[in-house]
């Protein structure tokens, strides 16, 4: 027969057991978790499609909704490779739609690179892309559609020496003229600036902005701040995100410089927030000294207040099988944050966030916090 202090033990022991089973569950699942707040929705755009690879997946929001596109085919650089592109309806992904190809004619075709969608504000929605053999041959064309993406003009070639928006989305300048981050592979990796009015009938061209044998920079993501400078971030071969600013809508820039934040030699995306806020999307990673490249994983989310000083908020990928790379993000009219991905170059990733759930913590030396 239990005794009334012998009873008083056994519960106090319970109550130790439980403690101690509490600790150790919040211990084991905070880790993951911690790097995970804030995200609303984690999904794949498609389970099964016609075609076995995809890549460089862009992000717009469009009246009717949220828009993806992506280049798909065979494989990178095989001829078959197209523009795909699906929306978002009734929480949703419609199944990809070809919207692009690089056929000539009957005997030649091209494969078709790193397309970038843009909602022009009260416009049209446009798709620019690239077609060509490689990065250092290819050539840019544009489309658009008035229909919020469901049916779609022909494609338009650009202006001779143009290729738009390499892989990320412009902004439009107070005078209404967007401003295309652009690069070239061709001579070099160098970055230059395009703007054209959203017509696409005129064009002019500045850069190169960074001298190749210091910075070896490509795809620039533009980043606008209140007081009216402009940032920029870029893929580098420098083991780091290399930034460049402009206090005069994009005429002239400083000289690069590096950010603190590492590059693994593959494409970043960011947009600013109508808070003022900058959310960076990249891969937290380095290249290794006397590589060309880093792992592709894992995928982070960084969030700053002036594009100098970076917090960490969100892993979106960790695991070390394949790779996640090349996002797009963009901000919806309702707050929410949205970004796609590559997902091991099989299938593409949408992840929704809502920004003010966000935990964050400081970036020190371009070390990701544990």
């Excluded at 469901?150 to 003229?177: C, H, Q, R």
């Excluded at 850069?207 to 009216?228: A, F, M, S, W």
């Excluded at 590096?258 to 990249?282: F, T």
């Excluded at 891969?283 to 000294?289: D, F, Q």
Aim: proline fraction near 6%.
């Amino acid at each position: 027969m239990k005794t009334e202090s012998g009873s008083i033990i056994i519960k106090r022991k319970t109550i130790i057991f439980l403690i101690v089973m509490g600790m150790c569950i919040i211990s084991c699942s905070s880790p993951a978790d911690r790097w995970k707040k804030g995200i609303v929705t984690e999904e794949f755009i498609y389970e099964e499609a016609s075609f076995p690879s995809c890549h460089a997946a862009t992000i717009a929001e469009t009246p009717n909704g949220i828009i993806a596109a992506w280049f798909g085919g065979t494989h990178e650089r095989h001829p078959d490779v197209g523009i795909w592109i699906s929306r978002r309806e009734n929480e949703q992904w419609t199944p990809p739609v070809e919207v692009a190809n690089g056929i000539v004619n009957d005997t030649t075709r091209y494969p078709t690179w790193n397309p970038v969608l843009y909602q022009v504000p009260d416009g049209n929605l446009l798709l620019f892309y690239k077609v060509g053999p490689s990065p250092s041959t290819w050539w840019g064309v544009r489309k658009h559609s008035e229909d919020g993406g469901m049916t779609w003009s022909d494609g338009e070639a650009l202006p001779e020496g143009f290729i738009g928006p390499v892989k990320n989305k412009p902004v439009m300048l107070a005078n209404g003229y967007l401003l295309c981050g652009s690069s070239t592979e061709d001579e070099g990796w160098r970055v230059h600036m395009e703007i054209t009015d959203v017509g696409g009938s005129d064009w002019e061209k500045i850069g190169p902005l960074n001298d190749e044998k210091i910075y070896q920079v490509i795809q620039p993501t533009i980043l606008v701040h209140r007081n009216g400078s402009l940032q920029i971030l870029c893929r580098s071969k420098n083991s780091v995100i290399a930034e460049s600013w402009s206090f005069d809508d994009g005429q002239t820039w400083k000289l690069f410089q590096d950010s603190e934040l590492p590059n693994n030699n593959s494409g970043i995306d960011g947009v600013s927030l109508k808070n003022g806020k900058h959310i960076l999307v990249y891969n937290h990673v380095k290249t290794p000294a006397g590589s060309d490249k880093g792992y592709r994983t894992p995928l982070n989310v960084a969030v700053s207040k002036n594009g100098r000083k970076w917090y960490a908020a969100l892993v979106l990928e960790d695991s070390e099988t394949g790779q996640y790379s090349y996002p797009s993000v963009i901000e919806s009219a309702d707050g929410m944050v949205h970004i796609v991905y590559t997902w091991r170059r099989e299938k593409i990733r949408y992840v929704k966030i809502d920004p003010g759930k966000i935990k964050l913590k400081r970036i020190q030396a371009g070390k990701w916090p544990s």
